[in-house]
């Protein structure tokens, strides 16, 4: 078995747990990641912290490159030196944000579409066996989620009892014909090549369609990270700006580690052109309402809040992910937190840093 997982975004969110998820399996890890995220979000989404810290606990198992995916060349004389050493390839990096991406959007499509297949193509010419998975989004599927028939409750929008999709929205959804945003459409297009190296390639590739993703190691800013920037609300006292839906926009919302689980359960027995919506499901979910209320409750503190009419473009006004096609194909994962667990984790995580 080869025993390098390459892991890009590797100080991220998704990909540090993922580094010290597969090397507690015993895997050397090559991490790369630039942190463009400090660019993207200012000093507040820096992920410098985060990779000093999984290299301390990672050590040895863990070689860090701070490469630009869009620079082809570097990616592809890496890939090239590591040939068929690479067994599993988690693909990470992105610019994240649908806000951010209508400021610059050559550098959104530069790195999310471009990016994406400058790292397939390379793992095509020095490891085509690897699986190769992609954390795609549910923004592929733009704003039809809003075209659904919801109905107002107390603190939340939620789908009829009786709807197909009340049990969270599955991949038969069409990812055509809606407004994506910038980041949306970048997505769907690294998205959709992503099932073209599986399908035209024979490549053992996966598309993981995230709901909100989430874990301890979010660097929580204004436009990314909704419940880690919620709880650093609550704990500094900062005003959350809430916009638009009446603050009752649904979102599912899955920890890190059960996310990487479900990498692992793929990579054990990968198949072509996997396309996976990924999320907390019904076990995990909340509205952004609900979410101040259970922070409120683990502090002890008021939330802050300020509500601005105009909802944000495209934003879903309800989304809980259908995980019934991995459940299918991946029996043995299960879901370990809900959003209370979550939140609670970061509170405690935070105590030091996130102070009024
Ligand atoms: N967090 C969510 O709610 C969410 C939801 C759906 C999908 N996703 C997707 O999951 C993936 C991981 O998300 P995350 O929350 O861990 O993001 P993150 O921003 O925490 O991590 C991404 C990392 O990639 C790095 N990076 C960005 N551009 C780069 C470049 N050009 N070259 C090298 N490194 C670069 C950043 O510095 C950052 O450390 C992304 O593809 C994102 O679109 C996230």
Redesign the pocket.
Known sequence: MSSVVVV??????????SVRHFAGLGMDVVG??????????GAD???KW??DRLKKEVGDRYTHH??????RSALLGLFEKLGRNVGLVI??????SHDWAAREPFTDF???AV?TINMLEAVRQHCADAPFI??????VYGDLPNSLPLIEQETRWELPEDHKWHGGIDETMSIDRSLHSV?GAS?VA?DVMVQEYGRYFDMPTAV???????GP???AAEL???LAYVMRCVMEQRVYRIYGYKGKMVRD?IH?HDLVTAFEAFYRAPRVAGVYNM?GGRFSNCSHIEAFTIASEITGLEARTEYVEENRVGDHQWWISGLGRFQQDYPDWKLTYDVPAILREMYEANQDVWKA
């Open positions: 890009t975004g590797s100080a991220g969110l998704i990909g540090s747990e790369i990641d630039n942190d463009m995220r400090g660019y993207f979000f989404g820096s992920t985060n990779l701070d490469i630009d995916i869009r620079d693909h990470c990096a992105a610019q994240p530069d790195v999310n990016g992609f954390t795609s989004t549910n923004k980041f997505k690294a993981f369609r995230g709901g909100t993703l989430t190691g979010h660097s990314h990270g909704f919302a890190s999320g």
